[in-house]
Nanobody
Framework: QVQLVESGGGLVQAGGSLRLSCAAS????????MGWYRQAPGKQREFVAQ???????NYADSVKGRFTISRDNVKNVMYLQMNRLKPEDTAVYYC?????????WGQGTQVTVSS
């Protein structure tokens, strides 16, 4: 029973930046992994980045060096700082949280990068 709410999506020109936020509430477990996934129209949802409750991170090759994932375990908020955005980054971005009991998803936030 974890609720996730994303925010921060929008329209930006190529080369610009956006910061996404994901607020978590409900049942919180000490050990968990939070991450960002994205889905473009007609494509499958793909992994973008993840961060453990201990702060260890992992990134997809397509965003390595451009995106930075972080979290505030006191506020239960996760962030995705996206820099040097490309048109191929256009997608609905979803927040995910996995723990010993639940695998939860947010409603998604639209990111559109124009040429």
């Amino acid at each position: 029973q974890v609720q996730l709410v994303e925010s921060g999506g929008g329209l930006v020109q190529a080369g610009g930046s956006l910061r996404l936020s994901c607020a978590a509430s409900g049942t919180i477990f000490s050990f968990n992994v939070m991450g960002w996934y994205r889905q473009a129209p007609g494509k499958q949802r793909e992994f973008v980045a993840q961060i453990t409750s201990g702060g260890r991170t992992n990134y997809a090759d397509s965003v390595k060096g451009r995106f930075t994932i972080s979290r505030d375990n006191v506020k239960n908020v996760m962030y995705l700082q996206m820099n040097r955005l490309k048109p191929e980054d256009t997608a609905v971005y979803y927040c995910n949280r996995q723990d010993v009991r639940f695998n939860s998803w947010g409603q998604g936030t639209q990111v559109t990068v124009s040429s």
